[in-house]
């Protein structure tokens, strides 16, 4: 069975950071990308970044680029966002999910909450 | 970049046929594969056509995609609803640097 099990989330000020932690288990986390996406209350999916398999390529989409940092421990198997910089608009459901193999994502973690509000 | 333009909701009976759009702003729609992922409320997305009309095992042959050049569209095609079925429909494509791109999102009521 896999598991995407994301943590970090909550209530953060506007300007301050947050590490967001994406914790992989029943497959095998180091052979595959990951991807954050994130939704808004109320609103649609919006993809965030990517990160390669070995962690050598990254992307980013351009409403977090400069902000955001994706990275992994493929010895831990586990996944992250460094998020800084933290706006009123980034607040969010955070989804973790990988291809897993796949041509699509299979693999969608439950979602971890971050609410920027001072 | 390009924008996936999606309805923002649609409504059919059950046991009938529904058809939900996704229109490319700028660029070919044919250029780059179309996804369709179902998302039922208060759970993560899923995945139900990918490539353009390919379905993961476990989906139901009721779904089915499709792209339509001339309307620069993609459609995800529902046939004997079920209320199982009610969700919300996101469309998702690849820009030039393989980079994923998301519709809005229509959210399918079945009553």
Redesign the interface.
């Known amino acids: 069975q896999v598991y995407l099990v994301e943590s970090g989330g909550g209530v953060v000020q506007p300007g301050r950071s947050l590490r967001l932690s994406c914790a992989a288990s029943g497959f095998s986390f180091r052979n595959y990308a990951m991807?954050w996406?994130r939704q808004a209350p109320g609103k649609?999916?919006?993809?965030v970044a990517?990160t390669s398999y070995d962690g050598s390529n990254k992307?980013y989409?351009?409403s977090v680029k400069g902000r955001f940092t994706i990275s992994r421990d493929n010895s831990k198997n586990i996944l992250y966002l460094q998020m800084v910089s933290l706006r009123a608009e980034d607040t969010a459901v955070y989804?973790c999910a990988s291809p897993g193999g796949?041509?699509?994502?299979?693999y969608?973690?439950?979602?971890t909450l971050v609410t920027v509000s001072s | 970049?390009f924008v996936l333009t999606q309805p923002h909701s649609v409504s059919e009976s059950p046991g009938k046929t529904v058809t939900l759009s996704c229109t490319r702003i700028s660029g070919t729609i044919g250029s780059n594969?179309v996804?369709w992922?179902q998302?039922r409320p208060g759970s993560?997305?899923?995945?139900v056509i990918?490539?353009d009309n390919?379905r993961?095992s476990g989906v139901p042959d009721r779904f089915s995609g499709s792209i339509d050049r001339s309307s620069n569209s993609a459609y995800l095609t529902i046939s004997g609803l079920k209320t199982e079925d009610e969700a919300?429909y996101?469309c998702?494509s690849y820009d030039s640097?393989s980079?994923?791109?998301?519709?809005?999102?229509t959210r399918l009521t079945v009553l």
Do not use: I, K
């Open positions: 991807h996406v649609g999916l919006e993809w990517l992307f989409a351009d989804y796949r041509r699509y994502l299979n969608w973690g439950q979602g | 970049n594969y996804l992922y998302q993560s997305p899923t995945n990918y490539e390919q993961p919300d996101y998702q640097n980079l994923l791109v998301f519709g809005g999102g």
